[in-house]
């Protein structure tokens, strides 16, 4: 029987967390490349939701309303759960972040959940199922990758990058889309990349895959867990736009200055 704590220990939460993502991610491997995937459009023709979005979705608040009922819940496909008006704690979920690329059957595609505490996010865990890739943190104690240790990448010269990006779903309708960016920043940059989820490239520069990230319009169960671990990898995430919803750079503290030099900036 659930016993409400005060300050429910970190690593418990942590624990949940990783348990049930993988339990997500073991819906999204059953229906990967599926013939019969179920899926429907939701804000624009671009913004996608599948079957298994919603069913990981229910499951992942089952889970949360079980183990932690006095708890509030951010998720993506049906928005705020509030057990409280005054709730200390809240989970911000995307149950299938890079649901283009899953519809498409394209590999990368994970699951992210953040935990706030007072608002503030203090443990996060995105998994990718396909890769088999788990990536967590804990405010304060580092951030790890399948167990190991990580940190961002080390590099100082921008023109030996390879960074990452992505564009809003409103882009056809809505000047403020990015491009701009990308046109100032690929010409600068050994690489971009355009990955297709938002937490799976923050955790690439977490563990230095990347040398560093920018998008706008983000939503917060997009970047919640993977802000954490970019930052608990020793990295810097820093908002550029406070009219575009969620609008990030991140990287090590030099790449990321320098990216923000280039960008069409509101903050």
Not at 201 to 209: H, S, T
Not at 241 to 261: F, L, M, P, T, W
Request: proline letters at 4%; a negative charge.
């Amino acid at each position: 029987m659930y016993r409400k704590k005060e300050n429910p220990d970190l690593h418990d939460i942590l624990r949940h967390a990783v348990d049930w993502a993988m339990e997500a991610g073991h819906i999204q491997r059953e229906k990967f490349r599926s013939q019969n995937l179920q899926m429907t459009t939701k804000s624009t023709v671009y913004d996608v939701v599948t079957e298994v979005d919603k069913a990981c979705e229910a499951m992942l608040l089952e889970r949360v309303a079980s183990h932690y009922p006095d708890h509030n819940v951010l998720a993506e496909e049906s928005g705020a759960h509030n057990a409280s008006a005054d709730a200390e704690w809240e989970w911000v979920i995307d149950p299938l972040d890079g649901t283009n690329n899953y519809s498409q059957g394209l590999p990368i595609f994970c699951v992210s959940i953040g935990v706030r505490y007072k608002g503030e996010t203090v443990v996060g865990v995105v998994y990718v199922p396909f890769f088999d890739e788990l990536f967590s943190a804990v405010k304060g104690e580092g951030a790890s990758w399948n167990g190991r240790f990580i940190r961002v990448a080390h590099k100082t010269d921008l023109g030996e990058c390879v960074l990452a990006t992505g564009f809003p779903y409103d882009k056809r309708t809505n000047p403020l889309n990015n491009l701009d960016n990308a046109v100032a920043i690929i010409p600068d940059v050994r690489g971009i990349r355009r990955m297709g989820s938002a937490a799976y490239d923050l955790c690439c520069v977490a563990c230095g895959l990347l040398d560093g990230y920018w998008e706008l319009d983000l939503k917060p169960w997009d970047a919640c867990a993977g802000a954490l671990i970019v930052e608990e990898a020793g990295g810097v995430v820093r908002p550029f736009r406070n009219d575009r919803h969620v609008s990030i750079v991140a990287g090590n503290k030099a790449i990321v200055e320098q990216i923000y030099e280039r960008l069409n900036k509101n903050v």
